[in-house]
């Protein structure tokens, strides 16, 4: 229990009625302001303590237990703190004997240990002060990006209501409110940073005030002060740390991407569900084990390029077929005997493959990592659907030839006009697919079992 805030008053008779405003620790005095300037004068050297409102905050170098008033002269390792004699007593008695059982030395024995912390905690502080400021500045940025798309879907909200405004003006409110609440929920506020900041300005606290005591460190006087401001140091640390960890989980939220989807076609029907808000988040590729493949919904034809971007996830000697379609006239990327396998009409080209990561471009030439392979093909347009992890066969919807591989992309553009890109995401519910930032439309596993994928 520690000592109520009742011994205030200045300790000089001439002066016990009025307010003490410090505490000498050498005299064990307190001194009240008309005191004050001449105990400066008289004992320069003397460690004076200022009393604020809360005396128990005050480091005076004596034990504040209840009736204890004992000078702080042993350490604590089971508590990590200081404590007195009356502490370590014993014999049972009154509010004594807290710490008769703990493992205890005398602060003299600690002073090379504590020293040797107060160095390995500012060296603490300086790398926390560096992670901080390079966090800071990443939130900072992202921040600012997240808040441009926040303004941008705003924007694109806003136009899309002008054209239908007489009809919807409430439901425009409720969208921009929408649009607000969601970037609020998924994602860090400024107050984070404002919590940067602080911690900030706490360690630079810290390492001032670490430094001041490593300046007083052989005045052996001050020693149980200043070890008393070691235990400080290392309990502001841990809980920086304990910080500094909620402010890296926020840190997962940063690759969350928020997407509008209008659904205008819809409009005259159910005017009130017109408009999703779509968010998910990107992620480096997905994978297939051989049994998903995915349906592109798109209909090969010679007047695009498709560019693929994947890497084999083993090496296969089977015959495989990972893109296009299987069937008179075909189109398809796949594996035999080791060997990548390309198709399409009646060009065939095989060559050696490893697990590296390739880029496959598809049009009147056919391209691996830019390197021409087929030259000047020829390709009629057919009706069948494009897949993904497989080839389509005659428009049968299952897996046949399906390999393992990851895919990092999938683009088809006409004249350098993006008119499809697939990317690897998570869903809002965590499914691993593919999301078409044109169309804005979710593409998932056709297949058994669900996709691999990596962050």
């Known amino acids: 229990m520690e000592i109520e805030n ?13 307010k003490a405003i410090a505490y000498c620790q050498e005299c064990k005095i307190y001194i009240c302001n008309k005191c004050l300037h001449s105990h400066k004068y008289l004992f320069n050297n003397h460690s004076l303590f200022n009393l604020d409102k809360n005396f128990n905050e ?21 508590h990590n703190k200081l404590c007195c004699s009356s502490c370590l007593c014993k014999i ?23 020293e040797k912390k107060l160095k390995e905690n500012l060296i603490i502080a300086d790398n926390l002060f560096n992670q901080l400021n390079n966090t800071i500045g990443l939130f900072n940025n992202k921040l600012e990006k997240i808040n441009e798309n926040k303004e941008k879907l705003k924007l694109e909200t806003q136009k899309i209501f002008t054209q239908i405004r007489n009809n919807i003006n409430e439901k425009e409110d409720q969208i921009l409110d929408e649009i607000d609440k969601k970037f609020e929920n998924t994602y860090f506020n400024e107050n984070i940073i404002k919590k940067i900041e602080k911690l900030l300005i706490e360690i630079k606290k810290i390492k001032e005030m670490g430094e001041a005591i490593e300046q ?13 401001n070691c235990l400080i140091i290392e309990n502001k640390i841990v809980k920086i740390n ?8 926020n840190k997962n939220k940063l690759s969350i991407e928020i997407f ?18 779509i968010s998910f988040k990107k992620i480096e590729y997905i994978e297939s084990s051989g049994n998903q493949y995915i349906n592109t919904n798109f209909e090969f034809n010679d007047k695009y390029n498709y560019t693929i971007e994947f890497a084999l996830s083993s090496l296969i000697t089977s015959d495989t077929k990972f893109f296009g379609i299987d069937t008179h006239p075909k189109m398809c990327i796949g594996t035999i005997d080791s060997q990548f396998r390309f198709f399409k009409s009646n060009y065939e080209k095989k060559i050696e493959f490893d697990l590296n990561k390739h880029t496959c471009t598809i049009g009147k030439n056919l391209l691996l990592d830019k390197n ?12 069948l659907r494009l897949y993904l992890f497989n080839a389509n066969k005659d428009g ?3 897996n046949i030839y399906g390999t393992s591989i990851k895919l990092y992309n999938f683009k088809i553009t006409k004249n350098n006009d993006l008119i499809k890109e697939f990317i690897p995401v998570l869903d809002y519910n965590g499914i691993p697919c593919l999301f078409d930032i044109t169309d804005k439309e979710f593409y998932y596993n056709l297949g058994d079992g669900n996709f691999n994928y990596n962050n």
Request: proline fraction near 1%; include cysteine; charged fraction near 35%.
């Open 92 to 114: 049972n008695k009154k509010n004594k004997g807290q710490h008769k059982d703990c493992n205890a030395l005398i602060i003299e024995d600690i002073k090379e240990i504590k």
């Open 260 to 277: 509008i989807k209008w659904n205008l076609n819809s409009l005259n029907k159910e005017i009130i569900n017109f408009v999703k808000i």
């Open 216 to 228: 007083e460190w052989n005045k052996e006087n001050k020693l149980s002060l200043l070890i008393n």
């Open 396 to 398: 049968f919807d299952k």
């Open 6 to 18: 009742i011994i205030k008053n200045c300790s000089n008779k001439s002066h016990k009625e009025l």
């Open 58 to 78: 005050n480091f005076t170098g004596f034990c504040k237990e209840e009736n204890h008033r004992e000078p702080l002269e042993f350490y604590c390792e089971t």
């Open 242 to 249: 304990e910080d500094i960890k909620l402010i890296n989980e």
């Open 372 to 383: 021409i392979i087929m030259k000047d093909m020829v390709f009629n347009h057919s009706n």
